[in-house]
């Protein structure tokens, strides 16, 4: 068993506004079936297993790029879109946030009839996940939602989030089916996040004597596990800053998108007629698809494809995301029918963008950025969770 990396993330409340919500089930739709169709089933759980991969793609779709929300947000917008096409997508996804965690098990079973998988076995597999991170590991931190990402080859993923009382602070679990061999015998790569003191873990290969006798418990300090593979702890201030993210990847990016505009595009008509604001975020979301795992260590950088709903970086612009949806879309379905040539107009974006971070010199401009964004925010439709974009006062129209 490979449990793949915890997030720990400052807590948020709130809803998830309606516009935003059926956005963001639409956009993960329509990643997920990139993902699936270049790669499969498997690389859409492993990514999901990976805390880093997982926070760049709440950002990318508008939430909140550091918040607890992104966890219950994204696996409900994905719940949401892929179970009905589960069929065809050969994916399904399981239980959730509070009472809908409850369903999981009778949900695991009949997607196991359906599937000619070992449901018992899935549903044992959902519970003992549940109980380690729950119970085995005390780490003050007790569980509230738990979700069983599942292929129709019976590989899985489990995505869980608890709260610690007393804490601003939520922690998030990534369990992934590869390389199974125990439970209870060191399952995890490690177990990592900010101090809490001395912990208790009877799932460390110390407390075997504990585990076979039932007589007594061993106590095992956080210095006794291993360095953490893939660890994200995550900072409480709100707001995007130039130290959250790696700005020679941004401003390459940034520059091929909104000035050098490469002729290698100009024949393809999904580029034609699509401004630099678009190709910006199109930029993101071809990294979400496409790229390697090391380049998802600063999630809030994804926050540039479509703003955040609370305004951090900047509002979520309704039409830049509506027509990052329709591209990404109608690529995906042209693949489905034969056509790839626009989904790997969208790959070769990100690769450009990659290669130009080669030569490329960052700069100090970062607050400049971000206030531009802000500053054209009405032009694009902007809106956060607070109202409407305006046009600022003494503002000229200014249209790309």
Not at 9 to 14: A, Q, R, S
Not at 155 to 172: E, I
Not at 208 to 227: D, K, V
Not at 279 to 292: D, P, R
Request: glycine share 8%; hydrophobic share 40%.
């Amino acid at each position: 068993m490979k449990r793949s990396g915890t997030a720990d993330l400052p807590l948020h409340y709130g809803h998830i506004p309606k516009w935003l919500a059926e956005r963001m089930s639409r956009l993960g739709l329509a990643i997920t079936e990139a993902i699936i169709a270049e790669y499969g089933t498997t690389e859409v759980l492993r990514r999901l297993s990976d805390p880093f991969w997982f926070q760049s793609l709440g950002a990318v779709m508008g939430m909140d790029w550091h918040s607890s929300g992104i966890t219950t947000s994204v696996m409900g917008a994905l719940k949401s879109s892929i179970n009905p096409l589960s069929k065809e997508l050969g994916i399904y996804i399981c239980g959730g946030k509070g009472k809908s965690s409850l369903q999981t098990p009778q949900e695991l079973l009949c997607y196991s009839d359906h599937n000619g998988l070992n449901g018992i076995e899935l549903v044992r597999c959902s519970k003992l996940s549940a109980k380690v991170d729950n119970t085995a590991v005390q780490d003050g931190f007790q569980l509230y939602m738990h979700s069983f990402i599942v292929n129709t080859d019976g590989l899985w993923t489990v995505v869980q989030q608890g709260l610690q009382d007393g804490s601003s602070t939520a922690r998030r679990y990534h369990w992934h089916s590869a390389e199974m061999n125990s439970f209870v015998d060191d399952p995890h790569t490690a177990i990592c996040g900010t101090s809490q003191g001395t912990i208790l873990n009877m799932v460390a290969k110390a407390a075997h004597p504990a585990r076979q006798s039932i007589l007594s418990m061993t106590t095992e300090h956080p210095s006794r596990m291993i360095a953490e593979v893939q660890q994200l702890i995550l900072p409480k201030h709100h707001d995007v800053k130039a130290k959250d993210i790696d700005l020679k990847r941004l401003g390459a990016m940034l520059w091929l998108t909104h000035e050098k505009q490469p002729a290698d595009f100009e024949e393809l008509l999904l580029l034609q007629g699509m401004g630099p604001r678009t190709l910006q975020s199109m930029a993101l979301v071809s990294e979400v698809i496409y790229g390697t795992p090391s380049r998802f260590k600063d999630p809030a950088r994804f926050a540039f494809a479509h703003g955040g709903k609370d305004g951090h970086p900047f509002p979520v612009p309704l039409k830049i995301y509506d027509e990052t949806i329709s591209v990404l879309t109608k690529a995906v379905h042209q693949a489905k029918i034969g056509g790839s040539d626009k989904l790997q107009a969208i790959q070769k974006l990100g690769e450009l963008s990659r290669l130009a971070e080669k030569d490329f010199i960052a700069n100090n401009n970062f607050e400049e950025l971000v206030e531009k964004e802000r500053r054209d925010s009405w032009k694009f439709g902007g809106k956060t969770i607070f109202g409407d974009a305006k046009l600022p006062k003494g503002g000229q129209l200014d249209l790309f």
